[in-house]
């Protein structure tokens, strides 16, 4: 949150997690994960999430700013990893429920790209009408019916009955249910979906994933690679509380990209660093939170902020 109304790159942005908006830095962030580890992060800063909106023509709906970023940020990286030979077909784009739509959905189709999308439970899947079907002869009045789908949400398309699976999850040594379908969703077309829920809890997340019928994933794959995700939660949160990402108030469009881009930048450092020590000396440390104190000696004593 930020309460300077004049600090670059700041506007009112709605937090679905608080349910109200306020004044702030919105950044989109894209990890780079190898065999569960973060290695490097990359921020892409969002400045007017009204200008940045286009609509297309058809039935598309306006695109948001947020995924078209996280589109270019993942189109950084595909060029990148093919500077270093490393295949499309290795690399797993893992995002929440915000990237779920049609326009994301057709950028990892066309790019190949194999993938894991969190999914809200009120999606649509179509469904055959079978009693339209039944009655599609039948002599009426008016015009005549063309299409005989209708649609369900996925959370009752899910649990219309209790054959469930389970899994172990060995981290947590708790049982995972599941079950798997593939399935058209009214937004983002033909896809196989995975739902998930755990022992005791009623909550059920539900996965995106490629339509493929030969060599498909198994749900605990399935669910062990989303869990990767987590990291950038992780990162999230070292970066505001222990590399104070969210300090800096100055207004100087310079200023505050050169403070996101170093304050990551460090991070991933770091990151690449502690990897090494876990593998070379069998060595774990823990975030360093430096960065308050260096802060406040080389920020706040050299160059107080005023109001406004």
């Known amino acids: ?51 940045s909106s286009q609509k297309n023509s058809g039935l598309d709906k306006i695109r948001d700013p947020k995924t078209l970023a996280g589109i270019e940020l993942l189109k950084f990286y595909i060029g990148y990893f093919k500077e270093f ?14 990237f779920s739509n049609k326009t994301m959905k057709k ?3 066309i790019t190949g790209i194999d993938y894991r999308l969190d999914l809200k439970k009120n999606l649509q899947v179509q469904q055959p009408d079978h009693e339209a079907i ?12 063309k299409k005989f789908v209708k649609y369900c949400s996925l959370m009752e398309y899910f649990t219309k009955s209790d054959d469930w699976s389970s899994f172990i999850d060995s981290k947590k040594n708790k049982k995972v249910y599941y079950k798997s379908a593939e399935v058209t969703l009214k937004t983002a077309g033909r896809v196989r979906v995975y739902a998930f829920r755990w022992e005791g809890k009623e909550k059920i ?17 399935v669910y062990e690679d989303y869990a990767v995700r987590w990291n950038i939660e992780v990162a999230h949160r070292d ?21 996101i881009g170093i304050v990551n930048l460090t991070y991933s450092l770091w990151k690449i660093w502690a990897s090494f020590l876990q593998k070379t ?12 104190m260096f802060h406040y000696q080389h920020i ?3 160059y107080p902020i005023s109001g406004g």
């Open 300 to 302: 706040l004593k050299n």
């Open 134 to 145: 039944r009655k599609r002869n039948e002599k009426r009045r008016g015009r005549k019916r």
């Open 205 to 221: 997340k539900f996965i995106m994933t490629p339509p493929v019928r030969i060599h498909k994933p198994t749900a605990k794959r």
């Open 281 to 292: 000396q069998n060595i774990t440390i823990k975030c360093p939170t430096w960065s308050k």
């Open 1 to 51: 949150m930020k309460s300077g109304k004049n600090i670059f790159g700041t506007a009112r942005f709605f937090d679905h997690s608080k349910g109200y908006s306020y004044n702030s830095f919105c950044l989109v962030n894209v990890v780079i994960s190898l065999k569960g580890e973060l290695l490097f992060i990359l921020p892409w800063m969002l400045l007017d999430p009204k200008k």
């Open 107 to 109: 950028f990892v189709t």
């Open 239 to 259: 970066l505001k509380q222990q590399f104070s990402l969210s300090k800096n108030q100055s207004r100087k469009e310079e200023v505050v990209r050169g403070f």
């Open 85 to 98: 030979n490393i295949p499309t077909r290795k690399v797993v784009v893992l995002a929440d429920s915000w």
